[in-house]
């Protein structure tokens, strides 16, 4: 991983970070912790002047910190086990003594019980990391409950922010929003080649004069393959037979993918259509489509992969579900002038065959207007750079209190 964002407080006496001791526990990606957000981080906290612990068990990290001036502490951060979780809390209050740590981040639901009652013992700020969601449903437990109860509570989204307010008590004030950090550097379509371009056109089986609609996500029921199927009858219908629909991502259940294929036979467009596995190279996938959609059910199909389409100017179109606006810019939630792409509602393929349609029928000046708003919306919210600012800046104003 580059770690390319530079830190957005300077070091000295007087900055608000140096000589501080922050600790972030952070499970395994396998368990669902954000590795490249913490290294970023960790990364920015070293050149503000602070001490940067990490405590994980993926021992993968350990010498990525070393090399960016942080520290790993082992600590099995990924377990859901009551007994252990109730063993890491001792744990924490010993690494909290014993490093004279000012400030645990816990960056999971999972940890954030431990770090609670640690933090708690000893008078220690905590913030804690939302799931990307926000939580779906109110908690039931001291562990569910546990998530939002950090003096400060980060959500990913406004979205996520909402949905948190209203399924845990006590946490508006509480609440800071930090978006996920990309790093923008390999998202930068001057720097793909046309090499690259046509290698990816090339594994899709597609002509040079056929238009790409790219929909890059796991075969899964709430991501919406069936609804761009059934819109690709209706863009058939509309005459536009230079159209291709590719469908890359990996089936969660093979026989998902079968009824994918059925579907496409009995609403005649299995010629229009490609399945292929997960892009290998999405930047040059996105430059090789003509318009990239993500037609999802529910808020978990707006994935971190709408976030790099629109980051290099891709025509997307997303549903209006989730964290979708704050992606992307579209009426009526928008000006038509300030359009980065189209949002639809989920599940009505007429909305998303008319939204493909607008998308192929734009002149190149508009096409590329959109394109650069959306790289410019994208680069303001979601740069690294962003994302390490509003973290230190949570910190900053934890310790503050």
Known sequence: MS?????????????P??????????PPVAAGGDERATLAVTAALAETGARALVATDSGELAG????????????????????????????????IASERVD???????WVAWAAV????????????????DGGRTRPRTSFETAVAEGDYVIASSEFAAGRAESVFPTTPKRLRIVRPGMDLSKLQPERVSGRRVSDVRASWGVAAHERVVLMPARLAPGRGQQTLIEAATLIKDQGLDDVRFVLAGEAAKPVFARELDALAIKCGVQSMLVRVGAATDPPAAFIGAAVVVFPAMDADGVTRTSIEAAAMGALTIISDVGSAREIVAAPPHAEAEARTGWLVPPGEPAALAEAIHAALSLGASAREAVRRRSRAKIAEAYSLERMTRDTLGV???ALAR
């Open 3 to 15: 770690i390319g964002a530079p830190s957005p407080f300077g070091r000295g006496a007087n900055a």
């Open 395 to 397: 910190y900053a104003e």
């Open 103 to 109: 400030l645990v981040h816990a960056r999971s639901r």
């Open 17 to 26: 970070l140096a000589g501080r001791t922050i600790l972030q526990i952070v």
């Open 64 to 95: 990525e910190l070393q090399a960016i001036g942080g520290l790993f502490v082992h600590f099995p951060a990924a377990t859901k086990n009551p007994l252990a979780m109730a063993l890491n809390m001792r744990r924490l209050q010993r690494i």
């Open 117 to 132: 009652k640690a933090c708690r013992h000893a008078k220690r700020p905590l913030v804690t990391s939302l799931p990307g």
